[in-house]
């Protein structure tokens, strides 16, 4: 990563200029809304593998996501290793049995019933691919020099959400899955202390009797998350 100081301002023409005609753009809005409410969090996988090379494109479509001055301050591990997803759902579990004996709190397991979800976690060994998400609380230059990184969860957050969408668009699945707390990921991928695991993301193609909450199908009508000031 570049460092201030390193790189000075420089203009460049807007590359992939694009403007649709009005009810071209409502048409492309539409039809998006349309996709993206086919997706889902998936808890059940089917065991067909998924190629490398589509995990690494996703990987890289959240990779282009927009940053805090574009200090990009994520890193992703993907794991397809048996072995590996074995010990990360062992250590997952083992968070969950004291998340689920009460360590969350009533309210939060209330708020969690109508999902479903519990101690066992099957998708992380099931999916054939796992995807790690690290926020990189500072950045280090390759002369080892430390680095401020600015918004990063607002950051992180908004490459996760293309990774999402990517991985939607592949035909894939995937479950954002927060294990609390996840710092057992940094010693498990090699990863540096100063790098916060903030999601797994199983990835894959759903089991043929796959199942979501109802609940999850009911998402805020638009009258209640959009206010208007034409
Ligand atoms: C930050 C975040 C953390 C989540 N953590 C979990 C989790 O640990 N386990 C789980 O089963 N689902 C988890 N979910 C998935 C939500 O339950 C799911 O997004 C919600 O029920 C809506 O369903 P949908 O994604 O299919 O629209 C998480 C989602 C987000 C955004």
């Known amino acids: ?65 927009p940053s805090g001055a574009n200090h990009q301050p994520w890193h992703f591990a993907a794991i397809a290793d048996p072995g590996m997803k074995a010990r990360i759902r062992a250590a997952a579990e083992e968070e969950e049995r004291a998340f689920y004996a009460g360590g969350a709190g009533d309210e939060w397991l209330a708020a969690l019933e ?21 926020a ?27 990774l999402i969408t990517a991985i939607h668009h592949a035909g894939l699945v995937c479950l954002e899955h ?15 202390a100063q790098e916060k695991p903030v999601m797994i993301l199983p990835v894959g193609y759903p089991a043929a009797d796959a199942t979501v909450p109802a609940v999850a199908k009911r998402k805020k009508p638009l009258d209640q998350i959009l206010s208007l000031f034409p």
């Not at 993206?36 to 089917?46: E, L, T």
């Not at 500072?138 to 293309?162: C, F, H, L, M």
């Not at 927060?178 to 540096?192: C, H, I």
């Open 1 to 65: 990563m570049y460092r201030k100081g390193e790189v000075s301002y420089q203009a460049l023409p807007l590359p992939d200029r694009v403007q649709l005609p009005p009810e071209e753009s409502l048409r492309a809005a539409q039809d998006f809304l349309a996709y993206m409410r086919k997706r889902h969090s998936v808890r059940q996988y089917a065991p067909d593998p998924v190629p490398q090379a589509v995990i690494a494109a996703c990987i890289a479509a959240a990779g282009t996501a």
């Open 114 to 134: 109508p999902i479903g979800t519990g101690v066992s976690k099957p998708h992380l060994t099931d999916a054939p691919w796992l995807i790690v998400v690290f």
């Open 136 to 162: 990189q609380r500072w950045g280090t230059t390759e002369d080892g020099q430390r680095y401020k990184n600015y918004y990063v969860p607002e950051s992180v957050g908004i490459a996760t959400g293309v």
């Open 178 to 192: 927060t294990p609390n707390p996840m710092p057992f990921l940094n010693n498990m991928l090699g990863r540096p």
